[in-house]
C-alpha cells in the first residue's frame, strides 16, 4: 500500500509540473504573438524645447515686446589680446574695434552680430575664426532676447523680464503667467499668450516728451471716453496696470477684459475735450500753474496728431 501511495504523489507531481510547463509556454506564445503587445514600443517623450514668450502690443498692433534671437560672437579667451580680437570681430558687429576692445577689457563676453546671418554668412564667419586661430576661443552664438521696440517711452507699463524670461516689472510681471511659455509633452514648439494693451504708442511717445513730467510728483494721462488708458506718464501703480489690458489670446484661447478708469481721480478730474467728448486728459500736480499748462500740452498733442 505504501508503494501505491508514492505513485500516486509522483503522478500528481508530474502533471503539476506539465501544468506549469504548459502555462509558461502559454504565456510566452501570447507575449510574443499578442498584436496589443507587439505593437508597443517606447520612446522617449518630446519636451517642449523652444519656448517662446508671447507678444505684448499696443491697441494699434504696434510691437510693445517681443522674444527675438540675437546672433553674435561668443568670447571664451585664453590668451588672444583684446586689441586683436576686437579687429577680427568689430566689422561685423554694430561697434568699433575699440568699444569692443573696452568691452573685452570690462568683462564682456558677447558681442551682437550687425545684421541676422543666413546660413552662409554663419559659415564665412566660421572660417574667419579658423583662418586667425581663434575658433578655438570664439563661437557664433545664437541667444533669445526680450526687445522692446519703444524703448524707455513705454518701459513702466510694459516692464521687464529677468534672464529667465520672468516678468519682473510692469505688464510683463502682472500677465507673466499668461506670457511665458510653459513646456508640454509632445510638443517641441510653444508660444505664450500674447497681450493687446490700451495705450496707444504714438500718444505715449508725446506725452513722454513733455519735460515738465519727469519731475517727483507731476503725472498725466490721455484716455478715450470709455476711461482705457492710452497714455500715461508717472507712477505706475497695480490699478493702473489692471486697468491697461484689453486681451489675452493664443492658439486655443482668448481672455478680453473691460479696462476703464483706473481709479476715481483719473475719472472725476479728468478734463473732456473733442467731439462728444472723445477724449479725457487728466494732470496731477501741487502746482496749479503747472497742472494747467500740462492739460493744454496734452490738448495740443491731440490737435497735433489730428485726433480733434
Not at 28 to 33: C, W
Not at 232 to 259: H, K, R
Not at 265 to 290: C, H, L, P, R, V
Amino acid at each position: 500500500m505504501g508503494r501505491n501511495g508514492n505513485k500516486s504523489i509522483g503522478k500528481l507531481n508530474l502533471i503539476a509540473a506539465i501544468l506549469l510547463i504548459a502555462i509558461v509556454a502559454a504565456r510566452l506564445l501570447f507575449v510574443q504573438f499578442s498584436d496589443s503587445i507587439t505593437h508597443k514600443h517606447y520612446s522617449d517623450p518630446v519636451i517642449s524645447s523652444s519656448l517662446i514668450r508671447g507678444t505684448i502690443y499696443d491697441r494699434n498692433g504696434n510691437i510693445l515686446a517681443i522674444q527675438a534671437p540675437d546672433y553674435g560672437f561668443r568670447l571664451n579667451l585664453i590668451d588672444a589680446a583684446p586689441s586683436f580680437v576686437a579687429s577680427v570681430i568689430s566689422p561685423h558687429t554694430a561697434s568699433s574695434a575699440l568699444q569692443v576692445t573696452n568691452g573685452i577689457v570690462l568683462g564682456e563676453t558677447f558681442f551682437t552680430l550687425k545684421e541676422v546671418p543666413d546660413s552662409t554668412k554663419i559659415a564665412y564667419l566660421e572660417r574667419l575664426l579658423v583662418n586667425f586661430a581663434l575658433d578655438d576661443q570664439i563661437t557664433i552664438e545664437r541667444i533669445e532676447e526680450r526687445k522692446y521696440p519703444s524703448g524707455r517711452y513705454t518701459e513702466d507699463i510694459v516692464g521687464k523680464v529677468d534672464h529667465y524670461m520672468e516678468g519682473i516689472s510692469g505688464i510683463e510681471k502682472l500677465l507673466n503667467n499668461s506670457l511665458k511659455a510653459t513646456p508640454k509633452i509632445g510638443l517641441s514648439h510653444i508660444q505664450g499668450s500674447n497681450a493687446v494693451l490700451t495705450i496707444d504708442q504714438s500718444l505715449q511717445f508725446a506725452i513722454n516728451s513733455i519735460g515738465l513730467l519727469g519731475k517727483d510728483g507731476i503725472e498725466a494721462a490721455i484716455m478715450n471716453k470709455n476711461g482705457e488708458l492710452l497714455a500715461f506718464s508717472g507712477v505706475v501703480t497695480d490699478e493702473i496696470l489692471n486697468n491697461a489690458v484689453i486681451s489675452t489670446s493664443s492658439a486655443d484661447s482668448y481672455l478680453s477684459f473691460n479696462p476703464t478708469f483706473p481709479n476715481e481721480s483719473f475719472q472725476n478730474e479728468s478734463k473732456a475735450i473733442g467731439t462728444d467728448s472723445t477724449y479725457y486728459i487728466w494732470a496731477k500736480s501741487e502746482n496749479d500753474m503747472e497742472k494747467e499748462l500740462i492739460l493744454q500740452l496734452l490738448e495740443d498733442i491731440l490737435v497735433q496728431q489730428g485726433r480733434i
